[in-house]
């Protein structure tokens, strides 16, 4: 496994530049003076750990039948081997070049690789991490195919041009030996045969080698007499070739859909052609040529008829017709339809030994998006339950977070609300790859990895000790009326319309409370409960957030509040009822614009919830004036208050869950107080809305940059702003603010992290603005007549006051064609929420609850909440909520807020514990606690808190409630912070931060001291920005691709202990004994052939190669290196004990075998003398 060279910071280093220092405010006091930070960089180190999920982009298998391993290749060079459940591994080459096939040295620990570049290696997997031993370049030909046969140690290579070379895979030199194309087909031949397609000898006769050739022909070659024995042709390409284990009979599949047999001394014609899937004609005619048959093996059986099992060779008129793996079992054939195209598929038998009876009973099949084992065994052929988490793409993952540390009990709560929901049906065998070993880690703390998914749906799973297990999954989906026809596919790609995608979520592990958010501007709070409970009527809230730009006049407020409850359409017109299919631009219809309509319709009907999340609230914005909302930029959820918070570019809105009423809706602008110095007033230089071609961008986010360079006249983009501007674009896509995903983003966003031109640039960002103005599917309700209600009491009079403004002054704004670039800029979505207890205002003495908020322009807003007692009261006294004003200003979109107290410790969101809602009251009060007490409170003069700040440039620390700074660092100047956390250490605490430029750094809390900066991936894919996630105790993951989950570590605790953690793949298992040939086969022949390829192959008889053919290069993980770095002196005691346990073993078989000969002889003796005087004296015609 790679690790990083770390730039590891002294600590206490403080640097003249701005960008790598972090300085404290002068004549503020030092107060890491008293907050002892016992931190250091040695704490740190970076290196992977396991990858999880389905291997990207699949093109070969291989399997060991006596270790009961499987390995796939990949076309990006990568390598997955899997074991028992637990047990992974991957493996990279360096090249990349697609793996073209894989061969096991098998029940020898190692493994032979063929790449696409021509160059095999040698991997050794007797080790945790395995490596390359030794590689071969081929520079003069193409390599097609590979064979090794078992326990041979040579390996034939097949190339482009025809030709077989032989290589020695224990040195991995060439040998002199070659069998050259024109000698193996006949010489009247005019035409090249084509590149080898199949190389594999004679189960029965190792000297005996058949090769497959492209065109048709196929030779069986004598290695001793290095001569063409015979030559079998046929008119159509062969695909690949199968051996009865007896030897005398071969099959090849074709490209016309036929099966040919052969018996090895007819080579005039075939003994057998059928053509599995071809309409028979009646009048004997040749049958319709079908889709070429891609792969055919031939198992037999000791009991019953031969399997034949093959792929391809459906008709050509079943247009439309998924994959098909065809199992032929004497008269009966069963056509297996795969979800996707097959890439490969292997059948396992008992026994490694081609020369007996195969007893096939499974059949791997690996798809390209999927691994399917069929069970041969059982009747209707049943598939065996996959144990590997191989289905995070079974939807897009939109969206990822990841929980180090969580309650002990969370994680049995789930699997037992989860266990309900899995399939029946399958094998009732056991998963038959039950190769390896488990790792003896030592961590034991829990881990839970939350993935949301483009179809809406949420999985929870078990992360724990490096294994990944799926525990429960959730669809939001069923909440809304479905606008999809059941008929319809589901697509594994991000597609154009995903309304119910998942775009943030909140979940509080102690009380079980999730919230989430999707696409279509909705929010979703479920609570876990162990009982199934039928919904009668979804709890509906419906919120008009509108747009804060005005020409010359006052930002209008946007915020009405329509709580409603979900009725059935009521379809007034034709029009009414139908589905939107162009992109609203606000402009009236004849119908007028659409006004107050969510995106989705909330199902009428009553809803059965299983046990497990169950909704308790949705929360829905609405159009305005024809536009749709906004998306969801930023959402959070605290159990002990009972409110959910979320913001858009609009502003943000509060929702009191428990009353389910909203209690503030109001524009970021006016979250600033009036002599607020960090206010930012919405402007806009051009009076004149000009209506432009290109549509909006729907997540107008601002740019986090403070200094502007763009002209206002001219609007074009000066060379100082070029980077500023490709930034601002580049984060509005990284915080899945659009509409939808589709698989044009992480194009354009490849094609924006290059070094581009201005104008370019430009291009692009229109373009990405009409993508992402297309309306998602919606669920028109129009029956709904629009209420009214007064905000709650509680709040402040200032934005009563700004409640009322807003009702006289109505004013609505397109968001579509008539926002300039300039309107862009200016406007400020909300980017983070932390609910804490701390200040509200400037040098309070008393602390309560807080809502600190985040904004893409840098400002960290408090807004103070007045919870009503617990209780009833709760539930019917409204909840209080005030803005405090700004607290501090940052460079960049604020991105993570957190407060501690004045030794260091984090302070996390108050929570209430979890009880079950459906239980009975009595049980409810015994669970249920109420949130903690507030921590004690300042005293005069005295700050008692640190409040964290971090946005993409820059990370403060504020001493609290003075809200002075003590300390500042910044960030990264020439790149931007995509992802960053306060996460748990070492008993202590510090921030991690992943940056676009690939840097992952760590900063010290309070001071803010630099104690690890690694570059480790520059971003290439808008998907590792989305779902990149730190957690506690050093660890992080990412999805490196549409089906894997990466996890690192940046703990060197966790990297010292590593060897230990993973999971050991060789294990020492003694190879099955030979078939017995039997007494009289042995002694008069008859039985399988063996070959000395030693002297065929070897120097002495067969000379050198040419050493310009193929250069050697000897690998990283050579055998002197791994014995040197093998678990020291116990590991060799063990493994010589094993090799005398075996050798033990070995002479004890021999000596029962030598008996066992011995008293067979003397039978015979016996018998033979027997025989002898009873025909002795008797003449021959009386025998």
């Not at 500042?968 to 921030?991: P, W």
């Not at 590792?1024 to 940046?1050: H, K, M, P, V």
């Amino acid at each position: 496994m790679k690790k990083f060279k770390i730039r590891k910071v002294l600590d206490g280093l403080t640097a003249a530049s701005s960008s790598s220092s972090a300085t404290a405010q002068p004549g503020a006091p030092r107060e890491n003076d008293v907050v002892q930070e016992t931190l250091q960089s040695e704490h740190f180190q970076l290196c992977k750990t396991v990858r999880h999920g389905f291997p990207y982009q699949p093109s070969s298998m291989a399997f060991d039948p006596v270790q009961k391993i499987l390995a796939i290749g990949t076309q990006t060079g990568a390598m997955r081997l899997f074991g028992r459940a637990g047990v992974e591994c991957y493996c990279q080459h360096e090249s990349g070049a697609a793996v073209i096939q894989l061969q096991f040295l098998i029940n020898e620990g190692a493994l032979v690789s063929a790449l696409a570049d021509d160059s095999i290696h040698l991997w050794n997997l007797r080790q945790k991490i395995p490596a390359i031993l030794h590689s071969l370049k081929f520079s003069r030909e193409r390599i097609t195919y590979v064979h090794l046969p078992f326990q041979s140690k040579w390996l034939y290579i097949g190339t482009e041009r025809g030709n077989i070379h032989i290589v020695n895979v224990e040195s991995f030199t060439l040998s002199g030996y070659v069998i050259m194309w024109n000698k193996a087909i006949e010489l009247s031949t005019k035409t090249h045969p084509g590149p080898v397609v199949h190389i594999s000898d004679n189960p029965m006769d190792e000297g005996k080698l058949l090769i497959g050739f492209e065109c048709g022909v196929v030779v069986m070659w004598d290695l001793k007499c290095k001569k063409a024995d015979y030559r079998y042709n046929y008119d159509e390409a062969i695909h690949s070739v199968a051996w009865h284990h007896e030897g005398k009979q071969f099959v090849c599949s074709h490209s016309d859909g036929t099966l040919t047999t052969w018996n090895i001394r007819a080579p005039a014609k075939p003994a057998q052609i059928i053509t599995p899937h071809g309409k028979q004609p009646k009048d004997g005619k040749k049958p319709e040529p079908c889709k070429p048959i891609l792969k055919v093996e031939y198992k037999t059986t000791r009991a019953g008829d031969p399997f034949m099992v093959l792929s391809g060779g459906l008709s050509y008129d079943t247009v439309g017709r998924r994959a098909c793996l065809t199992v032929m079992h004497g008269k009966s054939t069963a056509v297996l339809e795969m979800d996707y195209p097959i890439v490969d598929f292997l059948t396992l038998c008992e026994t490694p030994y081609p020369n007996d009876f195969q007893e096939p009973y499974a059949v791997v099949v690996l798809l390209e998006k999927d691994l399917v084992v069929i069970d041969l065994g059982q009747i209707g052929y049943p598939i065996f339950e996959n144990p590997y988490p191989l289905t995070i793409h079974e939807s897009p993952v939109t969206c990822c977070e990841y929980y180090a540390d969580c309650p002990a009990e969370l994680i049995p709560a789930l699997y037992s609300v989860g266990s309900r929901q899995k399939r029946q049906g399958y094998s009732k065998k056991e998963w038959p790859v039950s190769g390896g070993n488990w790792g003896q880690g030592t961590q034991s703390y829990p881990e839970i990895i939350i993935t949301g998914h483009a179809d809406g749906s949420v999985k929870f799973w078990d992360g724990s000790a490096l294994m990944l297990q799926v525990l429960y999954k959730l669809k939001t989906a069923k909440v809304f009326e479905r606008t999809r026809g059941k008929e319809e596919k589901p697509s594994t790609d991000i597609v154009e319309e995903d309304p119910f995608a998942i775009q943030t979520l909140s979940w509080c592990p102690e009380s079980r409370i999730l919230s989430v958010a999707g696409v279509s501007a909705h929010v979703i709070v479920y609570r876990f409960s162990k009982q199934e409970v039928t919904t009668e009527v979804v709890q509906l809230l419906e919120v008009r957030m509108q747009g804060e730009f005005s020409d010359g006049d006052s930002p209008d407020p946007g915020g009405e509040q329509t709580p409603t409850l979900p009725t059935p359409a009521a379809s007034s017109s034709p029009q009414e009822g139908e589905l939107p299919t162009q992109p609203s631009t606000g402009s009236n219809s004849s119908d007028g614009p659409r006004d107050n309509i969510p995106c989705l319709q909330v199902r009428s009907s009553p809803l059965k919830q299983s046990p497990g999340y169950q909704v308790e609230l949705v929360t829905q914005l609405v159009w305005v004036s024809g536009e749709p909302p906004q998306p969801i930029t930023s959402l959070a959820i605290n159990s002990s208050y009972g409110l959910v918070v979320f913001g858009n570019s609009n502003g943000l809105a509060v929702v009191d869950y428990l009353q389910k009423t909203l209690l503030l809706n109001m524009g970021t602008s006016e979250l600033y107080s009036p002599s607020d110095p960090y206010q930012r007033q919405p402007r806009s230089p051009r009076k004149q809305r000009q209506p432009s071609g290109a549509l909006c961008d729907s997540n107008d986010g601002p740019n986090p940059s403070e200094d502007r360079c763009k002209s206002p006249t001219s609007g074009s983009t000066s060379p100082c702003n070029s980077d500023d501007d490709r930034k601002q674009n580049f984060i509005e896509k990284v915080k899945c603010k659009s509409r939808r995903f589709s698989k044009t983003v992480a194009h354009d966003f490849a094609k924006m992290s290059r070094k581009i031109s201005s104008s370019d640039h430009e291009e692009r960002s229109r373009r990405w603005h009409s993508i992402k103005c297309k309306k998602p599917l919606c669920s028109v309700n129009e029956g709904k007549k629009e209420t009214e209600r007064s905000q709650k009491g509680g709040i402040s009079r200032t934005l009563s006051n700004y409640i009322s403004y807003a009702k006289d002054n109505s004013f609505t704004r397109s968001r579509s064609s008539s926002v300039t670039s300039i309107d862009r800029e200016s406007r400020e979505a909300i980017s983070a929420f932390h609910f804490c207890e701390s200040f509200p205002r400037k040098n309070d003495s008393l602390v309560s609850p807080c809502l600190l908020v985040g904004t893409t322009q840098g400002a960290v807003m408090m807004v103070a909440l007045s919870l009503p007692p617990g209780g009833d009261q709760r539930l019917q006294q409204p909840v209080g909520i005030s803005s405090c004003g700004t607290m501090a200003s940052l460079k960049g979109a604020i991105l993570t807020m957190a407060l501690l107290d004045a030794t260091g410790a984090l302070l996390p969101p108050s929570y209430e514990s979890w009880y079950d809602p459906n239980a009975s009251d009595e049980d409810k009060e015994k669970t249920r606690r109420r949130r903690p007490a507030s921590p004690p409170s300042s005293q005069e003069g005295q700050d008692s808190q640190f409040a964290v700040l971090c946005s993409e440039k820059q990370a403060k620390v504020l001493a609290m409630p003075s809200q002075t700074r003590i300390y500042k660092h910044n960030i990264t100047e020439s790149s931007f912070v995509l992802r960053t956390d306060v996460v748990q250490m070492a008993g202590t605490y510090c921030i991690a931060c992943f940056c676009a430029n690939g840097h992952i750094m760590t900063l010290s809390l309070p001071s803010l001291r630099p104690l690890l900066d690694v570059n480790y991936l520059p971003l290439t894919d808008m998907r590792i920005a989305r779902t990149f996630g730190f957690s506690n105790l050093g660890q992080a993951l990412y999805l490196t691709s549409a089906t894997e989950i990466q996890r690192i570590t940046y703990s060197q605790e966790t990297c010292d202990n590593l060897q230990e953690m993973l999971s050991e793949l060789f294990t020492p298992v003694e190879t099955p004994e030979a078939p017995n040939r039997g007494f009289f086969k042995g002694l008069f022949g008859g039985g399988a052939q063996s070959l000395d390829r030693e002297d065929l192959f070897g120097e002495t008889a067969a000379g050198k190669a040419s050493r310009s053919l193929a250069q050697h290069i000897p690998g990283p993980g050579n055998m002197e290196c791994m014995k040197g770095a093998a678990s020291g002196v116990v590991g060799d005691l063990a493994r010589a004990r094993i090799a005398l346990d075996e050798r033990g073993q070995k002479l004890g078989e021999l000596e029962e075998r030598t008996a066992a000969m011995m008293s067979s002889a003397e039978s015979f003796s016996k018998h033979a003398h027997v025989m002898m005087l009873k025909y002795k004296d008797k003449k021959w015609y009386q025998l």
